[in-house]
């Protein structure tokens, strides 16, 4: 029988966010195809996971402390190379063939590993706001010196970090269960009634939490659903000093997120440009899919598929006063925000899982 080749997929901290979800959709895409191993960072689950593919875990642990969480990061790819050595060492004496997918470019020490082996390394590549500057111009060395091929999630971060090797842009796809979403009239006009406005993201600030508060606020007569990939405990520590209206809710890391979507009159993302921009924008094509138009930032991926009163608005998060404007004029508007429904629709049907599984196997099969 013939030995499979093998895939190694890379990834520091496994959980329920964008990169970890948009790596599972790869694996999805190929573990017919290869034996894939996902090596992940300790004390780490989530979307990688939970596809059922081999794991192997490297050290790694978060901390509050920004210098100690860099001293335990360049411990882990020390770890995680080490750990790559021993499986390429073996690979060649068993003749087996292996790539290596780089989700993200914080896993470094993996793409070592394979270029002293010569295995071919494939970085996934989701983010341009890796601080400190000095670290982020070393991963992308290291990209640039070890990388066969490029896998950008939108024109906008090519542009931006671009590198050596072949550069290819495939777009993320959604899950079947959000792709093949259809609604009746009687469906879209109970979404608009409720007008549920929700936002899905990252517990920090620059993802513009406050600014989903202060809207809340602004707009009372509305309801504000803030989707939170993180714990309850969590959630009481970052709103300990502040009161929140009454017609907002905050859930935590919930398990049927589609249903949030079905439910919602529109959908935000409001991240600060000048402190994170968006390179993608993963949880607008979801909302999109299930007929809900949306808000996102005027620069980044998201330009790439939102269309200003076509599908949604672009509007910059500390712009409170328009966004309020804009969501005011939605709800006493339902021909308007059919419109922008029925194209938020058509828009992420172009997000197809079938296109994006042949993308990603012909790249690595290159």
């Known amino acids: 029988m013939k030995v499979r080749d093998k895939l190694y997929l890379a990834h520091l901290y496994d959980d ?15 573990k017919d195809s290869y034996d894939c191993i996902a090596l992940l960072g300790s004390s ?25 969480t860099l001293v335990v990061y360049l411990i882990s790819q020390l770890h995680l190379f080490f750990i790559c050595c021993g499986f390429f060492f073996s690979d060649k004496v068993r003749r087996v063939k292996g790539r290596l997918v780089v989700n993200t470019i914080l896993p470094f020490g993996a793409a070592l590993a394979a270029k002293i082996f010569g295995v071919t390394v494939v970085y996934y590549c989701h983010e341009v706001s890796i601080k400190p500057k000095a670290l982020s111009s070393f991963l992308n060395w290291v ?14 971060i090519r542009e931006e970090i671009g590198g050596k090797g072949v550069n290819n842009v495939v777009y993320n796809a959604l899950d079947f269960s959000f792709y093949e979403t259809n609604a009746t ?3 879209l006009r109970s979404k608009w009634r409720g007008k549920k406005v929700t936002m899905a993201c990252s517990l920090k600030k620059y993802k513009g939490v406050d600014e989903f508060v202060s809207l809340a606020k602004c707009c009372s007569e509305l309801n504000f659903c803030l989707i939170i990939n993180d714990s309850q405990e969590s959630v009481n520590k970052y709103f300990n000093s502040q009161v929140l209206p009454m017609n907002l809710t905050v859930v935590c890391k919930p398990s049927n997120i589609i249903q949030y979507y079905r439910e919602s009159f529109i959908t935000l993302n409001l991240s600060i440009p000048e402190q994170w921009t968006e ?7 979801e909302a999109m899919s299930q007929f809900t138009p949306v808000v996102s930032p005027p620069v980044g991926g998201p330009t790439e598929f939102v269309v200003d009163n076509y599908n949604g608005f672009m509007i910059r998060s500390d712009q409170i006063s328009l966004i309020s404007e804009k969501l005011n004029e939605l709800s006493h508007n339902y021909d308007l925000w059919k419109e922008l429904s029925n194209n938020a629709k058509k828009t992420s049907d172009l997000f197809s899982p079938a296109k994006y599984k042949e993308s990603i196997n012909t790249i690595l099969a290159g």
């Open 279 to 285: 390179t993608f924008g993963l949880t607008l094509i």
């Open 143 to 156: 990209r640039s010196l070890t990388s066969k091929n490029n896998i950008f999630v939108s024109n906008f």
């Open 44 to 68: 780490s689950s989530g979307f990688i996971s939970e596809t059922g593919v081999v794991k192997k875990s490297f050290f790694y642990s978060r901390s509050s402390n920004k210098l100690m």
């Open 16 to 30: 329920h966010s964008g990169s970890p979800k948009v790596l599972s959709h790869l694996i999805e895409s190929v």
């Open 185 to 187: 009239d009687v469906d």
